[in-house]
């Protein structure tokens, strides 16, 4: 008799975890405490926001972009210190973070940031609720390079 109820629950988890009405779990896709945790912080965000802009950027040119939207000056009056400042704090702190959430790849060599294999999945929450939390810092992460200059 146990054999047979053993047959009958084996049955009918195997029938509930179809396809149609599941997922089943992937390393493929982050938990949700990953991915808010990976946009938790607002220097992380911003380095999300630019990457909907371009896939790839140097930590310096990032380090500069977020300088000047949180001082809110044009990029080319950010100075040698801040920008030092927040490179520090990207390096040390942030990027590792999304490294190893898989939201980015680094390369130490070139300091290059790309895309990593988390990357869409990060960028599409921080999109979804991109206008209700910070909509500010999103127009300001997506605007050129300098473009206050002229």
């Known amino acids: ?6 047959r009958d629950e084996e049955a009918t988890s195997d029938e509930s975890a179809s396809p149609e009405t599941e997922l089943p779990p992937s390393p493929a896709f982050l938990e949700l405490d990953p991915v808010y945790e990976a946009l938790g912080h607002p220097r992380r965000r911003y380095l999300c926001y630019t990457l ?12 500069t972009k977020i300088v000047a939207w949180e001082t809110d000056v044009p990029e080319h009056a950010v100075t040698e210190a801040q920008r030092e400042e927040v490179y520090v704090s990207l390096y040390h702190a942030h990027v590792p973070k999304l490294v190893d959430e898989g939201v980015i790849t680094f390369d130490e060599a070139t300091e290059r940031i790309t895309t990593a294999e988390h990357a869409d999945q990060v960028l599409a929450a921080l999109e979804a609720m991109g206008a209700s939390l910070d909509s500010n810092q999103e127009t300001h992460a997506r605007s050129e390079m300098d473009e206050q200059e002229d």
Do not use: P, V
């Open 1 to 6: 008799m146990d054999g047979d109820s053993n």
């Open 52 to 63: 909907l802009e371009d896939t790839e950027w140097s930590l310096n040119d990032l380090a």
